[in-house]
């Protein structure tokens, strides 16, 4: 009824974590090995996580509805996670926590459809860290739409995977050429400490 | 990670029922009086509901996140619902079920910034009967986005209202001439039975 | 190519002048009486314009494309002009100059799949002054569109027209009291000399 | 002011072609050497396009505006060719005829912040004919945009080009397993005579 977003303010800061497609139940063809790539993935993602959250840096996720129109993020989480699936593993250590923000996503890029840009703008967000599943696909729709609209990029290289890794690396590449993406391993991103700012030196 | 709609298909249905911002806590200046004239045509709404789930049109709950972005739908329900607020009866009345879908809306319109067109289509939606509060606002935005769009639009005019009556009859009388609305009391709009078709005969 | 906006720069102002659909043949039903109202109104517009002018606002042409996908916006100028329409003496005192800008919109509402959005964005627009016509159908539609995306209106009372004048009233009166929009005679609008600043003092 | 966008109806056609950023100057750097690339296959362009005349499938060009907000389209063909531009032999192989179709595109993709999707439906197209620069950037971004809004692609190998001639080759694989391209030599593309039909088989 109100067009006011001011009333519960959100988070301001103008750098986000976006975990894209983090929580999936993996049970498709090819879910199997992109499973084996997403552990380890997933590990490095939360430890991300943490930092951002000490850093002041609020995280977003933008996950794939899977069809299932009627269902909220909460439900999709809850399905992965106690039905034994695939992707349970994953959604365990990934799992949202009470103050990060989620979009639901109904096809590849986060952009296409949601409201993510205007949740974006009223963060004030400037710089997009896009960590997720797969590179080869949902990141690089993602990262395309984000330089387009003009967000500068972060890609933590040992925070993307794709089912074949050679086209993960050949789009991560790709992503750096031409959407002009900071690519680096996530241990060697400088989350600044909370108290000084919550612009990110890199 | 997937653009197939199809693995869990959405009802596919000509004509679709939005009911914009029925859940609320109106905890808000002139919500006193708005919830005044919202609990009877809640209950005209819910019969309408009914009646729609009887021809087999599908309902989606279009609603003001009211700035809460960490919120889903589920959770706004249960505020307006447990924590006892002037929306409450009405929350109480309309309160969603589990066939139900729902677009969370940032601002006025439901089209800005959501998926709901994206699931019309996918619904196969060509006429929407829109119900709900505000008339002269939160509806009157909605049915322009739906009208410009090319969905016919139907309001029954016993389920909308505003906190000013005669704004609402005004702005009624303006989607009937500009948008070419029809306007008509809920209890003789003919809704078919599902066996028949999904088309309504209006 | 480039997605670099930057190398032949647009202006620079927060406030900006949009002519709603000023152009036209006015050769539809209705368009006889809408000329009478719009032809003085047309001369209101073409004083604000030099006022705006003269005050480093820039102008945009906000012009529906009458289902004339091949044409661009001379051309239809040419037609009006050339023609000998209906809108011959509305086109002549309004014909673009080579510092206008121009946005073909192929629906009522100047945003709906345009790219006025990102014009405005690009001009740093904060502050709209909406004129033309008509009041009651594309202005409205605009001005709700431009109000959702947190732009400031200004509605100059003696530029904006509809073929119902009473309807037109009718509309002011509700984007004055919805929309926020200030509602004046284009006399009274101070627009501050060039120099000083280009903001609007209103 | 009117909505009705079958006045002056477009042509109607399930295939459609786009030419991507074929207007261009090519005065930026890296220019000279596209244009080397761009010459002969703006030979094979106007080859498929006089066959696509011939088979009823209209042409849309989709072009950068090269931050040029206030020209047209006529004005961009014209710089090119009178200026005697680096892209002059190829515009003037390639310059609009009356019955084409044209959008300015401000980004990279055609369907960021224009009217193409929305002329598109009005065209009733399904399929795509995309060719043009560069394959690694513009075409890239638009098939993208094209495929997550459920058009089927058609990428005619010997039209489409890009500064690296390597790179466009793996981006016309990449599109060719994502977003299921039909990567084929224009001369191999079956053109339906306009008799027959005006659906593709391929």
């Not at 800061?13 to 552990?39: R, T, Y």
């Amino acid at each position: 009824m109100s067009s006011d977003l001011h009333g519960n303010a959100p988070d301001n800061s103008s750098v986000v974590l976006l975990l894209v497609d983090v929580i999936s139940d993996l049970e498709f063809s090819g879910g199997e090995v992109l499973a084996q790539h997403a552990l380890p993935a997933a590990k490095n993602i939360a430890a991300l996580k943490n930092r951002a959250i000490r850093a002041g840096i609020p995280t977003i996720y933008v996950n794939d509805n899977f069809g299932k129109w009627r269902s909220d993020f909460r439900t999709l989480v809850s399905h992965c996670i106690d039905d034994d699936t695939r992707g349970r593993p994953i959604a365990e250590i990934l799992k949202p926590q009470s103050e990060d923000y989620f979009v639901l996503k109904p096809k590849q890029s986060g952009f296409y459809s949601t409201t993510l840009d205007l949740l974006l703008k009223h963060l004030g967000a400037k710089t997009l860290i896009i960590a997720g599943f797969t590179g080869d696909i949902c990141i690089l729709f993602t990262a395309i739409d984000a330089h387009i609209r003009d967000y500068q990029l972060i890609l933590p290289s040992d925070c993307i995977v794709s089912q074949d890794m050679n086209e993960n690396a050949t789009l991560l590449k790709y992503m750096q050429r031409v959407l002009e993406a900071v690519i680096s391993p996530s241990s060697e991103l400088e989350l600044p400490p909370k108290i000084v700012r919550r612009e990110m030196q890199v």
